[in-house]
């Protein structure tokens, strides 16, 4: 079909190096992904890519909204009942993943995942626009569905309904906290000859870090 053996960059924007990291990895993520955040060139920095492995040892990557991180771990909101959310009510692992290609840079996460309180849940699924929370309550994420006019048509009847209330959070629509166990941090390079930096998360407490080859 069509050849592409000659479609490469050099990446050689930056460099990733020992003595300029931070020792904790959640703040290593943070001083990247503030220069991502900032930079004009990258339109949805908190766009990740959450992989799962789902019964057949397959895993299988899906692109999530990064809401939330903190010293404990990272935030998103999706459907419980969706081929994510089962994948996770059986492994209670994902692994989460940011390429911002401007920046010549890829985080990979390996996480043990828990379902956040519910109290925090409703807090966020009431900050989303109208709109958005009536679209987690009309889909029933991962399902066969009829055709498009299926969901259509649960909107325009719910708008009426909610119009002057509050529309409660879906039981089964909620966020899940992805508690890091390992980050990898990389930095391309020139003769991909690139930087790789793992953080792995020794008794609870401390990181090991370590330098992997390209
Ligand atoms: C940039 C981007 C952001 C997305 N953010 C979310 C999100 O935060 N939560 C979500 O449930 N789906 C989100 N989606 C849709 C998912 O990629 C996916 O189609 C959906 O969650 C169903 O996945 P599943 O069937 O594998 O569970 C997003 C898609 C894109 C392209
Ligand atoms: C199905 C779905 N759920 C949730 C989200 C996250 O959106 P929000 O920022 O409104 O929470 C998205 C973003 O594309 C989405 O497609």
Known sequence: MENLHDKRKVYEKSQLIESEIKQNPIEQFRDWFLEASENPNISEANAMAV???EEDGCPRTRMVLLKEYTFEGFIFYTNYDSR???SIENTHKACLHFFWPNLE?????KANLE???ENLSDGYFHSRPKGSQLGAVVSPQSQEIPNKEYLEQKL???EKEYENSEIPRPENW???IAKPYE????QGRPNRLHDRIIYQLIDDLDWKISRLAP
């Open 51 to 53: 992989s799962t492995v």
């Open 156 to 158: 325009k009847q719910l």
């Open 105 to 109: 840079r890829q985080i990979i996460i």
């Open 84 to 86: 994510k959310g089962k």
């Open 115 to 117: 379902r956040i309180a």
């Open 174 to 176: 909620g966020g899940y």
């Open 183 to 186: 980050i990898e941090f990389w």
